[in-house]
């Protein structure tokens, strides 16, 4: 059994209203902000359940993520619930309250425990292999954007206000250039070169929500694929990780995904010969999108989709480079100069992809037809 040194992991699991003995406490997933355990029990009827600490440098408030986090799932719970009860435990996340009934738990380090049900049966992809997890994960986020429609946003707090505005990430990275406090500009020239020849068209989002052409509506805002629960057969299970639900543009969200779909390689690739683009993938997962988003999308917001494709790896950079030149305070690091190895890695992605503009456009349309 994995035990935290300072055993708060395990203080905090008696917290949760949970059945049975604990009989493993193990380390789970690939996220890059908070840390996610898996808990299980001896129970011989019972559940898994997924524990996350959940990262208060970053969501400084954290009653409101969790709030955003219960009014999404019993909005999407509501949406489902004629299809029974089995359909929605398996299609949404289901959270544990505490033992005192409230939806997370704050222990004497100040650390914020929170707890979900684990879907068991489920995969994540960090790579997509095939074109019907592609669709399949198209599929799940166009008919999240869907059911959460009607969701009335003023009840969502924005937790993390700008996460997606360009503008607010390229001032970010100017403050860290001119800080320079881990003494890294130097090294980064080219790149900051490369970032600074794109800012311009990287605004074009921007420009057509300034208009007023681009309706805000409520987007995940974490879209990358590993955020799909597919099950044995690669359908759509579920999708997870909902501490970005806010307000958004659909591009971000189609951007964001694509941006993990199309890419053969990982997100943090060092050998950048690798990163290439699985056009297929790109077809498969905007088919399985459109299957669900045509239905509400206006013709602007089809307009903006391809200008998503190219903002989000270029903003994922911005913001790699900007915690590398801070001395990697944000994403969690496995190596040294982790954070500028995936800052040129989705930098190329950009380059990749704007080759096949043309290419990517076209299938796009096509889509729309389909
Ligand atoms: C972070 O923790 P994770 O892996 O779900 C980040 C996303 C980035 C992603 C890059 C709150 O998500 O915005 O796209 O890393 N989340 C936050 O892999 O900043
Ligand atoms: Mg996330």
Avoid at 25 to 32: A, D, I, K, L, Q
Avoid at 203 to 222: C, F, M, Q, V, Y
Wanted: proline share 2%.
């Amino acid at each position: 059994m994995f035990v935290c040194k300072d055993n708060t992991i395990l203080d905090s699991v008696i917290h949760f209203d949970i059945q049975g003995e604990i009989v493993s406490v193990e380390r789970f997933g690939s996220g890059h902000i908070n840390d996610t355990f898996c808990v299980k029990t001896d129970h011989p009827k019972g559940e898994s359940y997924l524990l996350q600490k959940i990262n208060n440098h970053i969501f400084t408030d954290i009653p409101a993520l969790m709030q955003n986090t219960k009014i999404v799932l019993d909005h999407l719970k509501g949406k489902l619930a004629h299809r029974g009860q089995e359909l929605v435990e398996k299609s949404t996340l289901t959270l544990v309250p505490t033992r005192s009934g409230t939806l997370f738990h704050v222990d004497e380090k100040q650390g914020y425990w929170r707890m979900f049900i684990l879907l068991e049966r489920t995969k994540s992809y960090d790579i997509v292999e095939t074109e019907a997890q592609a669709y399949s994960g198209g599929l799940a986020f166009g008919e999240f954007q869907m059911q959460l429609a009607d969701l009335d946003a003023s009840r969502l707090v924005e937790v993390l206000p700008n996460f997606h505005n360009i503008d607010f990430r390229m001032e970010n990275l100017r403050q860290a250039i001119s800080a320079d406090s881990a003494n890294r500009v130097a090294e980064v020239g080219e790149l900051l070169q490369f970032i600074a020849e794109r800012e311009t068209a990287m605004r074009s989002i921007l420009l057509r929500a300034e208009k007023g052409e681009l309706p805000l509506r409520i987007t995940h805002n974490d879209t990358k694929f590993n955020n799909v629960l597919l099950d044995e057969q690669d359908n759509v299970q579920c999708v997870i990780d909902l501490d970005t639900v806010m307000p958004g543009y659909v591009a971000y969200d189609f951007g964001d995904a694509i941006r993990t779909v199309i890419n053969s390689a990982a997100e943090d690739e060092s050998d950048l010969t690798k990163i290439k683009l699985d056009i297929r993938l790109f077809s498969a997962y905007t088919k399985g999108y459109m299957h669900a988003a045509k239905h509400f999308l206006t013709a602007a917001e089809i307009e903006s989709l391809l200008d998503g494709v190219f903002l989000l790896p270029f903003m994922q950079a911005v913001r790699f480079l900007t915690d590398y030149l801070q001395g990697d305070s944000y994403y969690k690091i496995q190596y040294t100069d982790h954070n500028l190895v995936r800052t040129k890695a989705q930098l190329t992605l950009v380059e990749e992809l704007e080759k096949e503009k043309q290419q990517l456009r076209s299938i796009l349309y096509a889509s729309l037809t389909e």
